[in-house]
Every structure is written in structure tokens, then in C-alpha cells.
Nanobody, 123 residues
């Protein structure tokens, strides 16, 4: 099992920045583990934000966040980050991190999920 705990969410004004963290633990968290960030706004489906392979050689971003958000990871700390800049009200959502075998851009390949952290961007 892999346990994931997100932190860093909160309320920010449009144009502001937030940095989300996701700390992973568990015996099955290994060098094959890719990580992803997803978000879900009220009444909407969960959508892909960014993903990163263990080695960081493979990184994907949703078109809506390219150039604004940056995903990174510190494998020594078993932690993945999402730096979010120039936030917009439409970025308001619950943000989830996920762990799985590949840095997929859809939720299905990820067997492990955190509980989510709320990000609210005011206009």
C-alpha cells in the first residue's frame, strides 16, 4: 500500500501562487512509482493537471496549466510538488495527488490517491 497526504492548499487571490505538496509513504512506494496531480471542481469530473515519472525524465501537463504550473519531486523525501503561479478563479478545485506505475494523463492507471486539498482562487 501507498499512503499519500496532500498539503498546501488554501485561499488565494487571482494572480497569486500556491505550492502543493504530496508526501508519500508505504512499503510499495518504489523507484517505479510515477506521480500525478488531478483536480476536481464542484459538479465536474476529475481532470488531469500534471504528472511526472520517477526519474523526472517524463513530465506531462494539461494544456490549461502549461507555463503556469510546475510539477517536481524529491525522491529522497518521497514528496511531489505542484507550484501553481498566476492562479485564476477557474483553477478553484480540490487537488489530488496520485501514485501509479506510469505518469498517465488519466485517473484510471493510478491505484493510490490522497484525500485532496482545497484550492480556492478569488477574483
Amino acid at each position: 500500500q501507498v499512503q499519500l497526504v496532500e498539503s498546501g492548499g488554501g485561499l488565494v487571490q487571482a494572480g497569486g501562487s500556491l505550492r502543493l505538496s504530496c508526501a508519500a509513504s508505504g512499503r510499495t512506494f518504489s523507484s517505479n512509482t510515477a506521480m500525478g496531480w488531478f483536480r476536481q471542481a464542484p459538479g465536474k469530473e476529475r481532470e488531469f493537471v500534471a504528472s511526472i515519472s520517477w526519474s523526472t525524465a517524463i513530465i506531462y501537463y494539461a494544456d490549461s496549466v502549461k507555463g503556469l504550473f510546475t510539477i517536481s519531486r524529491d525522491n529522497a523525501k518521497n514528496t511531489v510538488y505542484l507550484q501553481m503561479n498566476s492562479l485564476k478563479p477557474e483553477d478553484t478545485a480540490v487537488y489530488y495527488c496520485a501514485a501509479g506505475p506510469v505518469p498517465a494523463q488519466s485517473p484510471r492507471p493510478y491505484p493510490y490517491w490522497g484525500q485532496g486539498t482545497q484550492v480556492t482562487v478569488s477574483s
